[in-house]
């Protein structure tokens, strides 16, 4: 199976939980994975944390975790003893119980930055079972919030409830923003925030006696 028939993109980040091990010491994360030149693929790690101290400190795998269940991702933040480990195939790195697909990774090489390393993997092995998994994106939920969010924002008569939808759309943005240099997909962001202030703008004016339209 392909990188790319898993979704990973060299343009949207997929969300994976990566578990990574040096010695006895093993620790899980979520992270965001970038595909890099078809065959390869890329994530940032930064300091502040477990894994980016096992890979400074000399790692040689990691495993992709490929799941869409909220609870493996909270677990791997919160609950990392509540995680079930077993046997990868051909890295040392355990894989996460439970979850969809695994991509099993040598790493193959550190770029230090001020906040985080680039790290480079080589994936060695592609397992889905089911061929229509694919790595969670946080662009679509987005997306299709930022939609939820217009359409009540077209029904609401109350002025601060139409301001909290405003702010939430704009959030929904920048995560998409955030996640995806796809132009397509920013550009559908942006259409939502500019169709939605123009609906508030639309919608905090009223006509008075007259016939003319003043802000309330």
Known sequence: MKLEDLGF??????EVILTVS??????????????HGGCRLRLKVYRTGKTYELIVE??????????????LFYNAIFKKDELSYCP???VSSPRIRGCDAYVECFI??????????????EPVLV????RTVRVYSRVGPAIIEALI????????????ERERLMRKIRIFREIVYHSSRNPAFREVADDVLRRSE???????TSPDKKGYYVDV
């Open 9 to 14: 993109s060299e343009s949207t980040y997929g």
């Open 22 to 35: 040096l010695g006895d010491a093993v620790n899980s994360a979520p992270m965001g994975i970038l595909l």
């Open 58 to 71: 000399g790692a040689e795998d990691c495993v992709l975790n490929v799941t869409s269940d909220p609870l």
């Open 88 to 90: 990868a195939e051909l």
């Open 108 to 121: 193959r090489g550190l770029t230090h930055h001020e906040s985080y390393i680039s790290v480079l993997l």
């Open 127 to 130: 397992e889905a079972p089911d």
């Open 149 to 160: 969010s217009y359409t009540r924002l077209s029904s609401s008569k109350e002025p601060r």
């Open 198 to 204: 123009r609906m508030l703008a639309s919608r905090n």
